[in-house]
């Protein structure tokens, strides 16, 4: 007999439970939601919302997206996508080669969240680890190129030749305004010099070397190796160009400097490049961390960011980022760059390559390509056919002439039918270029594809570059590249570093304006897929219509949450979105004749890369004033417009607001700008109080930067990889960047590029194109209306402790709050730089600092974080503030100078020294709260000095003893 004992309530839909993901990227419950909104005093989430989002910008109705999707549903359909890439095997060169990442590197620092969950190491206390790996790179990069200092990573080779090229400027001071560029450059790098060059009102010269030499310019940028494969020595023609006082710019190909004379040895001022060929990915493109290697005269002036190693307060040797204020984003209007983050996890990878193959390894693995190049060569030349080798002197690549365009197009084609890739140069000549994972099978492939006769791989390995392009000197003799060759060695190196860094697996990182969210399993999986990882970036379009599918459908997920009518992918930071936005803007007025419109309004509060894109655009700042609420002050905003109204270019404002609160006026201050034929640049940093519940362009934005890491789950990686498209109505669209080499759908044909490669940082975009799928329509506005309730439930629980300096019409805040510490320095001394230190000994990563407004704190708990983790958070500020008022009331012996927040963090080494001069128990230094003795994280190391790692500038490996 059949059971009759069927529940009613059920149903298939409900046990297969396709949006089971939003509840576990989400941290709270409904009961833990409801004893929120009671405390913020709401008995349900539509009246709190309703008093939270001015109702002038609620959509109110539901995003034009499908409902959720399972993890493992999800999973599949982008599978699906993946099975329709062709991985061929790559011999297009042009800046990209295949790889091998090392697997003990690949899952102890790719797939590790304690590596890629970590924010930029603005807190350097706890953040060692990940700077010790950065030096690392820094050191590498000093050795290969041979100049004193080294930048920790750009965000790819094109954009740090356009950066070399303002430095040059910068540094130069010529009164010239022409830079050359060797024709040997790789076009999309040309694409990008030309586009920065533009807006600064520099001419760009390509050239040869003779025209290098008899020109009168600022900066002269010359490839090493050339597009074609060429090697050539540059020291004749550096020391031509600066006899006639020109900054000299070397792109040079990291492998190939383990084997060739340095830049510095030709004589060069600044080397870059790509990092690519150490171990990371070609991703279609990206990410990659671009190296960027000066000498010691330009280390006030160079972009991106420095570590140095200081002291900290027990007088031991400690890292942090150096010379901050010389930082482009901080030098706001007055900057030559906006570069704000860079590339670390991917320099992570690039310098653990280095540590793990060390010279030996690096030389072996460079040599091999080499021979094996040499070996092709050779194989042509000695064939008997019609095929030329066009250059004697190369690395890695070999360019062949056909004879004719036909056998070059057979040759190609028949390439292509047996799985690899070559790269046509013009019409008769190909370019093969051989990498890390050539081996003897392709060699003969290769060979019978030219020659029509397999060839065996010669048995002796053949150096074929003269003696005058060969180093000589040492390079890696620091003791960590010659001390970790066994996987035990680097599995154990890996743990101590990632032990150093406080990321989101230990605790929640509540810094303002930077969404620290999860990032979820499901979503990283697929970065790691062969199909997604191991594509060139120029590969033929056939073979690559999956990957595009992908991208497809992440635009249009991003047009339905947005409102805008066409995106940009190509921007792979958002620094680089904003650029890439208001380049839009300045085509679109250049498109209408209307050139005189370079005035870019800001308001008071935005962040420092605003103005510093708009000075890079070459536009006028005007800085808005904000009024005691935070807002824009609308009378001075008005007063401006009508004063620049003739040449008014853009309005860049932040919505919500930088101060945390959603402006109720944001369609009038759209409409006035539009009034004045000017446009609406909307800085996205702050999406995440937006999606589901309004669209930017409906409320009047014509442009919109997103950062993907933030908002759509791309981890910051301790300081990137991140992406930053942009979205645009339809009268903008036709001016997005376009791409050279590899031409973007829908861009007008003659607009240059922004980044090097069409698709920006192409392969961490799966990320993204997960979250959105398995949050779906639904789960998107529950995100939102939960990042929303976790900033309200933390404002409302610390505003008796410290007052929230700035809130909306209803005294709510929107997906963030900042409270004031200045009250609290006045009363006991104590100051928001104390505070952060000591949130260390509690476990925690201070909110951000002193931004937008000195002296306070900026929050933003996520929608990630569960309730228990916000009370542990408050729990920690609340005690904090007590430790302050002990301090000004003098008990128990604490002094100003004398106190567990000024002597912060307190590290294990000086919990259990003999020594104990304090007025305080090691108990309450290191165990404040009963909570933290569950799950301690120690800092390495105590506060650091900042004046001293300044004074005394040093920026590569100190010697091992600085660590026993």
């Given at each position: 007999?059949?059971?009759?004992?069927?529940?009613?309530?059920?149903?298939?839909?409900?046990?297969?439970?396709?949006?089971?993901?939003?509840?576990?990227?989400?941290?709270?419950?409904?009961?833990?939601?409801?004893?929120?909104?009671?405390?913020?005093?709401?008995?349900?989430?539509?009246?709190?919302?309703?008093?939270?989002?001015?109702?002038?910008?609620?959509?109110?109705?539901?995003?034009d997206l499908p409902k959720a999707m399972s993890e493992h549903n999800a999973l599949a359909k982008l599978r699906?996508?993946?099975?329709?890439?062709?991985?061929?095997?790559?011999?297009?060169?042009?800046?990209?080669?295949?790889?091998?990442?090392?697997?003990?590197?690949?899952?102890?620092?790719?797939?590790?969240?304690?590596?890629?969950?970590?924010?930029?190491?603005?807190?350097?206390?706890?953040?060692?680890?990940?700077?010790?790996?950065?030096?690392?790179?820094?050191?590498?990069?000093?050795?290969?190129?041979?100049?004193?200092?080294?930048?920790?990573?750009?965000?790819?080779?094109?954009?740090?030749?356009?950066?070399?090229?303002?430095?040059?400027?910068?540094?130069?001071?010529?009164?010239?305004?022409?830079?050359?560029?060797?024709?040997?450059?790789?076009?999309?790098?040309?694409?990008?010099?030309?586009?920065?060059?533009?807006?600064?009102?520099?001419?760009?010269?390509?050239?040869?070397?003779?025209?290098?030499?008899?020109?009168?310019?600022?900066?002269?940028?010359?490839?090493?190796?050339?597009?074609?494969?060429?090697?050539?020595?540059?020291?004749?023609?550096?020391?031509?160009?600066?006899?006639?006082?020109?900054?000299?710019?070397?792109?040079?190909?990291?492998?190939?400097?383990?084997?060739?004379?340095?830049?510095?040895?030709?004589?060069?001022?600044?080397?870059?490049?790509?990092?690519?060929?150490?171990?990371?990915?070609?991703?279609?493109?990206?990410?990659?961390?671009?190296?960027?290697?000066?000498?010691?005269?330009?280390?006030?002036?160079?972009?991106?960011?420095?570590?140095?190693?200081?002291?900290?307060?027990?007088?031991?040797?400690?890292?942090?980022?150096?010379?901050?204020?010389?930082?482009?984003?901080?030098?706001?209007?007055?900057?030559?760059?906006?570069?704000?983050?860079?590339?670390?996890?991917?320099?992570?990878?690039?310098?653990?390559?280095?540590?793990?193959?060390?010279?030996?390894?690096?030389?072996?693995?460079?040599?091999?390509?080499?021979?094996?190049?040499?070996?092709?060569?050779?194989?042509?030349?000695?064939?008997?056919?019609?095929?030329?080798?066009?250059?004697?002197?190369?690395?890695?690549?070999?360019?062949?002439?056909?004879?004719?365009?036909?056998?070059?197009?057979?040759?190609?084609?028949?390439?292509?039918?047996?799985?690899?890739?070559?790269?046509?140069?013009?019409?008769?000549?190909?370019?093969?270029?051989?990498?890390?994972?050539?081996?003897?099978?392709?060699?003969?492939?290769?060979?019978?594809?030219?020659?029509?006769?397999?060839?065996?791989?010669?048995?002796?390995a053949k150096i074929s570059l003269s003696d005058a392009v060969l180093r000589t000197d040492k390079i890696l003799?620091?003791?960590?590249?010659?001390?970790?060759?066994?996987?035990?060695?680097?599995?154990?190196?890996?743990?101590?570093?990632?032990?150093?860094?406080?990321?989101?697996?230990?605790?929640?990182?509540?810094?303002?304006?930077?969404?620290?969210?999860?990032?979820?399993?499901?979503?990283?999986?697929?970065?790691?897929?062969?199909?997604?990882?191991?594509?060139?970036?120029?590969?033929?379009?056939?073979?690559?219509?999956?990957?595009?599918?992908?991208?497809?459908?992440?635009?249009?997920?991003?047009?339905?949450?947005?409102?805008?009518?066409?995106?940009?992918?190509?921007?792979?930071?958002?620094?680089?979105?904003?650029?890439?936005?208001?380049?839009?803007?300045?085509?679109?007025?250049?498109?209408?004749?209307?050139?005189?419109?370079?005035?870019?309004?800001?308001?008071?509060?935005?962040?420092?890369?605003?103005?510093?894109?708009?000075?890079?655009?070459?536009?006028?700042?005007?800085?808005?004033?904000?009024?005691?609420?935070?807002?824009?002050?609308?009378?001075?905003?008005?007063?401006?417009?009508?004063?620049?109204?003739?040449?008014?270019?853009?309005?860049?404002?932040?919505?919500?607001?930088?101060?945390?609160?959603?402006?109720?006026?944001?369609?009038?201050?759209?409409?006035?700008?539009?009034?004045?034929?000017?446009?609406?640049?909307?800085?996205?940093?702050?999406?995440?109080?937006?999606?589901?519940?309004?669209?930017?362009?409906?409320?009047?934005?014509?442009?919109?930067?997103?950062?993907?890491?933030?908002?759509?789950?791309?981890?910051?990686?301790?300081?990137?990889?991140?992406?930053?498209?942009?979205?645009?109505?339809?009268?903008?669209?036709?001016?997005?960047?376009?791409?050279?080499?590899?031409?973007?759908?829908?861009?007008?044909?003659?607009?240059?590029?922004?980044?090097?490669?069409?698709?920006?940082?192409?392969?961490?975009?799966?990320?993204?194109?997960?979250?959105?799928?398995?949050?779906?329509?639904?789960?998107?506005?529950?995100?939102?209306?939960?990042?929303?309730?976790?900033?309200?439930?933390?404002?409302?629980?610390?505003?008796?402790?410290?007052?929230?300096?700035?809130?909306?019409?209803?005294?709510?805040?929107?997906?963030?709050?900042?409270?004031?510490?200045?009250?609290?320095?006045?009363?006991?001394?104590?100051?928001?730089?104390?505070?952060?230190?000591?949130?260390?000994?509690?476990?925690?990563?201070?909110?951000?600092?002193?931004?937008?407004?000195?002296?306070?704190?900026?929050?933003?708990?996520?929608?990630?974080?569960?309730?228990?983790?916000?009370?542990?958070?408050?729990?920690?500020?609340?005690?904090?503030?007590?430790?302050?008022?002990?301090?000004?009331?003098?008990?128990?012996?604490?002094?100003?100078?004398?106190?567990?927040?000024?002597?912060?963090?307190?590290?294990?080494?000086?919990?259990?020294?003999?020594?104990?001069?304090?007025?305080?128990?090691?108990?309450?230094?290191?165990?404040?709260?009963?909570?933290?003795?569950?799950?301690?994280?120690?800092?390495?190391?105590?506060?650091?000095?900042?004046?001293?790692?300044?004074?005394?500038?040093?920026?590569?490996?100190?010697?091992?003893?600085?660590?026993?």
């Open positions: 007999m059949t059971s009759q004992n069927t529940n009613s309530n059920l149903s298939f839909d409900g046990l297969f439970d396709e949006a089971r993901f939003v509840a576990r990227h989400l941290g709270s419950g409904a009961n833990d939601q409801a004893e929120m909104l009671k405390a913020v005093g709401y008995d349900d989430m539509d009246s709190f919302i309703a008093d939270t989002v001015p109702e002038a910008v609620r959509m109110n109705r539901e995003l699906g996508m993946a099975d329709d890439i062709t991985v061929n095997k790559s011999y297009i060169g042009q800046g990209y080669s295949p790889v091998r990442m090392p697997a003990v590197i690949q899952r102890n620092v790719l797939e590790n969240p304690g590596w890629y969950t970590a924010y930029t190491p603005y807190q350097a206390e706890i953040s060692q680890g990940r700077l010790e790996a950065l030096l690392n790179f820094q050191q590498v990069c000093i050795d290969l190129t041979g100049l004193e200092l080294a930048g920790a990573s750009l965000l790819d080779e094109a954009t740090a030749a356009a950066e070399g090229m303002a430095l040059a400027k910068r540094v130069r001071k010529s009164k010239s305004n022409q830079f050359f560029v060797d024709e040997r450059i790789y076009p999309q790098t040309l694409d990008v010099i030309r586009t920065r060059a533009k807006y600064f009102g520099w001419e760009v010269v390509v050239g040869d070397f003779e025209t290098a030499k008899s020109g009168d310019f600022f900066g002269a940028i010359f490839q090493y190796v050339g597009k074609e494969g060429d090697v050539v020595d540059l020291t004749e023609v550096i020391a031509a160009v600066k006899q006639n006082k020109t900054y000299a710019l070397v792109v040079s190909d990291i492998m190939s400097l383990v084997l060739l004379k340095s830049p510095a040895a030709m004589g060069a001022d600044v080397a870059l490049g790509s990092t690519q060929r150490f171990g990371i990915p070609m991703g279609f493109g990206g990410p990659h961390a671009a190296y960027f290697a000066f000498t010691d005269k330009a280390k006030r002036s160079a972009p991106g960011r420095i570590i140095g190693v200081s002291k900290d307060a027990q007088g031991n040797t400690a890292l942090r980022m150096a010379l901050q204020t010389r930082e482009q984003h901080i030098r706001r209007e007055k900057a030559n760059s906006n570069i704000c983050t860079s590339q670390v996890l991917l320099a992570n990878l690039a310098g653990m390559y280095a540590v793990y193959h060390g010279p030996e390894g690096l030389k072996r693995i460079a040599t091999r390509i080499h021979a094996m190049a040499t070996a092709f060569s050779d194989a042509i030349k000695a064939s008997n056919s019609e095929l030329k080798v066009v250059h004697d002197q190369i690395f890695d690549t070999v360019l062949v002439d056909c004879g004719s365009e036909k056998l070059a197009t057979q040759i190609y084609e028949n390439a292509e039918n047996v799985g690899y890739n070559l790269w046509r140069e013009g019409d008769s000549k190909l370019s093969i270029s051989f990498s890390e994972t050539s081996n003897a099978a392709d060699f003969e492939t290769l060979t019978q594809l030219f020659t029509n006769k397999a060839q065996p791989l010669p048995s002796e003799t620091h003791p960590v590249f010659n001390s970790h060759h066994t996987e035990h060695e680097m599995l154990r190196y890996l743990k101590k570093l990632e032990d150093k860094d406080l990321a989101m697996n230990r605790s929640m990182i509540s810094l303002g304006s930077c969404t620290m969210k999860l990032n979820a399993t499901s979503e990283m999986l697929p970065i790691t897929w062969n199909e997604f990882a191991n594509v060139h970036p120029f590969a033929p379009k056939d073979q690559v219509t999956g990957y595009v599918a992908m991208i497809e459908s992440l635009q249009e997920q991003l047009k339905a949450i947005t409102g805008f009518d066409d995106i940009s992918m190509q921007p792979n930071s958002g620094a680089s979105g904003e650029y890439a936005g208001l380049l839009a803007i300045r085509r679109y007025h250049e498109s209408l004749g209307q050139t005189n419109r370079n005035v870019c309004l800001i308001p008071k509060s935005a962040h420092g890369t605003n103005p510093a894109t708009a000075q890079m655009m070459g536009m006028k700042v005007v800085v808005v004033a904000t009024d005691e609420n935070g807002n824009v002050d609308l009378d001075d905003l008005k007063a401006k417009c009508e004063e620049h109204s003739e040449n008014l270019g853009a309005l860049m404002i932040t919505y919500p607001s930088t101060h945390g609160v959603f402006e109720a006026g944001i369609r009038d201050i759209c409409d006035l700008i539009h009034s004045h034929g000017a446009q609406v640049y909307m800085d996205g940093a702050n999406m995440n109080a937006q999606v589901g519940i309004m669209q930017p362009a409906e409320v009047g934005a014509d442009v919109l930067h997103m950062n993907l890491h933030k908002t759509f789950c791309i981890p910051h990686g301790g300081g990137g990889p991140g992406m930053g498209p942009i979205g645009m109505k339809a009268h903008l669209a036709p001016f997005k960047a376009n791409h050279s080499v590899t031409p973007v759908f829908n861009a007008t044909e003659d607009t240059t590029a922004v980044s090097a490669a069409p698709y920006g940082s192409a392969s961490i975009l799966p990320i993204s194109w997960m979250y959105i799928t398995m949050m779906g329509r639904d789960g998107l506005l529950q995100a939102t209306k939960t990042a929303l309730l976790n900033a309200n439930y933390v404002a409302s629980q610390l505003q008796d402790e410290y007052p929230v300096l700035y809130t909306g019409k209803n005294g709510r805040v929107a997906h963030e709050c900042i409270i004031d510490i200045r009250p609290l320095k006045e009363e006991t001394g104590i100051t928001e730089a104390d505070i952060a230190k000591r949130l260390m000994d509690y476990g925690f990563h201070a909110p951000t600092m002193s931004f937008p407004v000195a002296g306070t704190l900026m929050i933003e708990p996520t929608e990630s974080e569960p309730k228990h983790e916000l009370d542990r958070f408050i729990s920690a500020l609340k005690s904090i503030k007590q430790e302050a008022l002990k301090v000004k009331e003098g008990t128990d012996g604490w002094t100003a100078d004398n106190n567990p927040l000024v002597n912060a963090p307190h590290t294990a080494f000086v919990i259990t020294s003999e020594e104990w001069s304090y007025p305080y128990s090691r108990d309450t230094a290191a165990f404040p709260l009963d909570y933290i003795r569950q799950h301690k994280f120690w800092p390495s190391v105590g506060r650091i000095d900042d004046v001293y790692g300044d004074k005394n500038l040093m920026c590569s490996c100190p010697s091992i003893e600085n660590y026993m």
